[in-house]
């Protein structure tokens, strides 16, 4: 079990759905991270909020829309994806200069 | 540019055989070197930081060690279970992401 919360664990979606990613922690971590992970890469980062703003948008499309609603909680809305947008989502957290700490992913498959 | 380049790429051994797993970086400054474990279809578990060439770090059947360019992550007497792959990632002086190795998939034979 990891200290990162992950829902749903898997997610299939259709090109006009529209469905949210969600992801909880309670260390107290003031960072949070959004990666994705195609099969045999590394993770990719795509957003970290920091203390709850939006610190840095790796040029991610705007069909992926990251909401951190309080400290412990973040989202990531999705709309109009593609197929290439299937992947491993994971979410991590961080205090200061401590290692990120990652969930278990959402596995998102879009049809 | 802050870049990791690990090798081998893949590697299997049999059960017990020790092996060590490399770690090559350049950075302007290294704030710390960071080891996970990824087990396939779940989040990379950390292992180690590392901060400063000379440091080790244990724990059960690995070790990290750090230089000036290069991190090892040395594997005594493997099980099947230590299977995984392994990922390296430094975080840079000035920089605002880690930057990840293309990992190291290990494969332990019975």
């Known amino acids: 079990d990891t200290e990162v919360t992950q829902t749903p664990k898997h997610l299939v979606m259709g090109m006009t759905n529209k469905k949210s990613l969600k992801c909880e922690q309670h260390?107290?971590?003031?960072?949070m991270y959004w990666y994705k992970q195609k099969a045999k890469k590394p993770p990719e980062l795509m957003f970290v909020?920091?203390?709850?703003?939006?610190?840095i948008n790796e040029s991610v499309p705007s069909r992926f829309s990251p909401e951190c609603p309080n400290s412990s909680l973040l989202n990531l809305h999705l709309h109009a994806l593609q197929p290439e947008d299937s992947a491993l989502y994971l979410c991590a957290s961080s205090q200061a200069n401590s290692p990120l700490h990652f969930g278990n992913g959402t596995r998102l498959t879009v049809t | 540019e802050d870049q990791v380049t690990q090798s081998p790429e893949a590697l299997r051994l049999q059960e017990g055989e020790s092996s060590s797993l490399n770690c090559s970086y350049t950075v302007s400054g290294l704030r710390g070197l960071f080891w996970y474990r990824q087990d396939p279809g779940k989040g990379p578990e950390f292992l180690f930081t590392l901060y400063s060439a000379g440091e080790e770090k244990e724990k059960e059947r690995l070790k990290a060690t750090l230089t000036k360019k290069e991190s090892f992550l040395h594997i005594t007497a493997p099980k099947p279970e230590d299977s995984a792959t392994y990922l390296c990632a430094v975080h840079g002086q000035g920089a605002q992401k880690l930057v990840f190795g293309q990992g190291t998939r290990l494969t332990i034979n019975p």
């Open positions: 909020y920091s203390y709850e703003k939006l610190s």
């Open positions: 260390m107290g971590h003031r960072a």
